[in-house]
């Protein structure tokens, strides 16, 4: 299994991410190359290639862990 955390590599299969452990997930949906995470609770996790900024304007390029949106 893949560490999300240390392997920074493009992720072909589900694989845990750390990060979001003690969280409830009810969906998760995918780009070409970024990932985002809805929680029971309404709130929105983010991550993955982020080279056009679809995911934030704050990071530059990879966002490698989940942040909350």
Do not use: R
């Not at 392997?7 to 694989?15: A, I, K, L």
Request: proline share 3%; glycine share 6%; charged share 20%.
């Amino acid at each position: 299994m893949h560490d999300h955390v240390t392997d920074h590599n493009f992720m072909t299969n589900p694989c845990k991410v750390v990060e979001l452990s003690g969280k409830t997930i009810v969906k998760i949906v995918c780009g070409h190359f970024h990932t985002l995470a809805l929680t029971d609770k309404g709130v929105v996790y983010a991550w993955g290639v982020n080279y056009k900024k679809q995911l934030s304007s704050l990071h530059k390029n990879k966002i490698i862990s989940p942040f909350k949106i």
